[in-house]
Nanobody, 124 residues
Framework: QVQLVESGGGLVQAGGSLRLSCAASGRTFSSRAMGWFRQAPGKEREFVAH????????DYADSVKGRFTISRDNAKSTLSLSMNALKPEDTAVYYC?????????????????WGQGTQVTVSS
């Protein structure tokens, strides 16, 4: 099983940038697609981005496309999410997740391991 720990969240003004990181332990990281999800207060958890096990395929929610970039370093067992042009509606707890498959998915039911989350707050 893989264990995930997110970092990099914080408070930023609208238009600013943040970079989230997710450190993974365990030997299966490089064989699993990875994803980022987020949950805002009073809302359901939603898909943000995913990346395939080898990093060749990525997918983004329409709300973040062109502003966020997901990447991974299999040698270091790390996943990142670079967030630019942040908006107040990006405020949420962001979760790193490891898929049960090598190809990514937009559905959280396809992800078997989750981090504890990191808070991102964007002020207007």
């Amino acid at each position: 099983q893989v264990q995930l720990v997110e970092s990099g969240g914080g408070l930023v003004q609208a238009g600013g940038s943040l970079r989230l990181s997710c450190a993974a332990s365990g030997r299966t990281f490089s064989s699993r697609a990875m994803g980022w999800f987020r949950q805002a207060p009073g809302k359901e958890r939603e898909f943000v981005a995913h990346i395939s096990a080898r990093g060749g395929d990525t997918d983004y929610a329409d709300s973040v496309k062109g502003r966020f970039t997901i990447s991974r370093d299999n040698a270091k067992s790390t996943l990142s999410l670079s967030m630019n042009a942040l908006k107040p509606e990006d405020t949420a707890v962001y979760y790193c997740a490891a898929s049960n498959y090598d190809l990514g998915s937009r559905y959280d039911r396809d992800f078997g391991a989750w981090g504890q989350g990191t808070q991102v707050t964007v002020s207007s």
